[in-house]
């Protein structure tokens, strides 16, 4: 849709000219100040065109009006663009209870196939306490973990003690480079680095918590944006045009100014939209792209 609204805003910006220029020249064939001359003739050898002024300055006016009102361009004042986390950079397998399992594994400890079950229900009614600590004390979250590590290691029959050799391991685990549950798409590092010597600033805006940027970090990816927003520690996720504001302002633009990429398109598409910015899917299993959607985020380089 973006290359058909160039199209048009090409084709309205030669008739405004058109019309502006036939306006301008009223007068050269004696007409009235404050006419229009009935008809615009060009007669050549073989070719032939009669048109109304007055309706080539209507249809001008239209194109502009629609151009304005509706149609797909990426502006040209665009500064900033934002992109989603989990699916969208990085391909995610993440789950607690898993995660936690494959610890207990590294220490040695035979697990039990309810543990998960216990894990997940654990977390499920910690969960509300969670979001309240990211928000208001990120800088305890892990003390919070050992805490709740150790609740969990009692409802498992195991020793509190284990806790903090748990936690080691889940921190090695996590942030390793080579960890599967966090592996950075092929085409993620080389759009970054180019939009970057375009000069755009670029930042990342995800529902997650205190953790996202140990996890870009990790990931090599930390060094290209220049604001991460994650939602547990604001307080606000997305779809609330909230979290899209909020990340706008420490980056110095206007939503006109900025895009926003995700593969939710509610979360993403619709929430960036409803906070003013302009908006693309990311979804790599489809065989080519749409007006609204890419299948390889290296696509990007030519829609900006």
Same mark, same amino acid.
């Given at each position: 849709? %973006?290359?058909?609204?160039?199209? &048009?805003?090409? +084709? *309205? @910006?030669?008739?405004? =000219?058109?019309?502006?220029?036939?306006? $301008?020249?009223?007068?050269?064939?004696?007409?009235?100040?404050?006419?229009?001359?009935?008809?615009?003739?060009?007669?050549?050898?073989?070719?032939?065109?009669?048109?109304?002024?007055?309706?080539?300055?209507?249809?001008?006016?239209?194109?502009?009006?629609?151009?304005?009102?509706?149609?797909?361009?990426?502006?040209?004042?665009?500064?900033?663009?934002?992109?989603?986390?989990?699916?969208?950079?990085?391909?995610?397998?993440?789950?607690?209870?898993?995660?936690?399992?494959?610890?207990?594994?590294?220490?040695?400890?035979?697990?039990?196939?309810?543990?998960?079950?216990?894990?997940?229900?654990?977390?499920?009614?910690?969960?509300?306490?969670?979001?309240?600590?990211?928000?208001?004390?990120?800088?305890?979250?892990?003390?919070?973990?050992? %805490?709740?590590?150790?609740?969990? &290691?009692?409802? +498992? *029959? @195991?020793?509190?003690? =284990?806790?903090?050799?748990?936690?080691? $391991?889940?921190?090695?685990?996590?942030?390793?480079?080579?960890?599967?549950?966090?592996?950075?798409?092929?085409?993620?590092?080389?759009?970054?680095?180019?939009?970057?010597?375009?000069?755009?600033?670029?930042?990342?805006?995800?529902?997650?918590?205190?953790?996202?940027?140990?996890?870009?970090?990790?990931?090599?990816?930390?060094?290209?944006?220049?604001?991460?927003?994650?939602?547990?520690?604001?307080?606000?996720?997305?779809?609330?045009?909230?979290?899209?504001?909020?990340?706008?302002?420490?980056?110095?633009?206007?939503?006109?100014?900025?895009?926003?990429?995700?593969?939710?398109?509610?979360?993403?598409?619709?929430?960036?939209?409803?906070?003013?910015?302009?908006?693309?899917?990311?979804?790599?299993?489809?065989?080519?792209?749409?007006?609204?959607?890419?299948?390889?985020?290296?696509?990007?380089?030519?829609?900006?």
């Amino acid at each position: 849709m %973006e290359h058909l609204g160039k199209t &048009l805003v090409g +084709a *309205g @910006l030669v008739l405004v =000219l058109v019309g502006g220029t036939l306006w $301008a020249l009223r007068d050269v064939k004696g007409l009235p100040l404050g006419r229009l001359p009935g008809d615009f003739s060009v007669e050549r050898e073989g070719f032939s065109f009669h048109a109304p002024i007055a309706t080539m300055l209507l249809i001008s006016i239209a194109l502009t009006l629609v151009l304005s009102l509706g149609v797909e361009v990426l502006p040209m004042s665009l500064r900033v663009i934002t992109f989603d986390c989990a699916n969208t950079l990085v391909e995610t397998s993440w789950d607690y209870a898993d995660h936690a399992m494959d610890c207990l594994d590294r220490l040695g400890v035979a697990t039990d196939p309810e543990w998960p079950i216990v894990y997940r229900r654990l977390l499920m009614r910690s969960w509300p306490e969670y979001r309240e600590m990211n928000q208001a004390r990120p800088n305890e979250a892990d003390a919070w973990w050992l %805490e709740f590590t150790q609740v969990f &290691l009692e409802l +498992a *029959g @195991l020793s509190r003690d =284990l806790a903090p050799s748990l936690m080691e $391991a889940s921190e090695d685990l996590l942030y390793r480079k080579d960890k599967v549950d966090f592996r950075v798409y092929d085409d993620i590092v080389e759009t970054l680095t180019a939009l970057r010597e375009r000069g755009f600033r670029l930042g990342v805006i995800s529902n997650w918590d205190y953790s996202l940027g140990k996890v870009l970090e990790s990931r090599g990816l930390s060094e290209h944006f220049d604001v991460v927003t994650a939602s547990l520690v604001l307080g606000v996720e997305k779809p609330d045009p909230l979290i899209f504001q909020h990340t706008l302002e420490r980056l110095g633009a206007a939503p006109a100014e900025a895009l926003h990429i995700g593969d939710n398109p509610l979360d993403d598409f619709h929430g960036a939209r409803s906070a003013g910015l302009r908006a693309l899917l990311v979804d790599r299993s489809q065989p080519r792209s749409t007006d609204v959607m890419l299948h390889d985020m290296r696509e990007l380089l030519n829609r900006v």
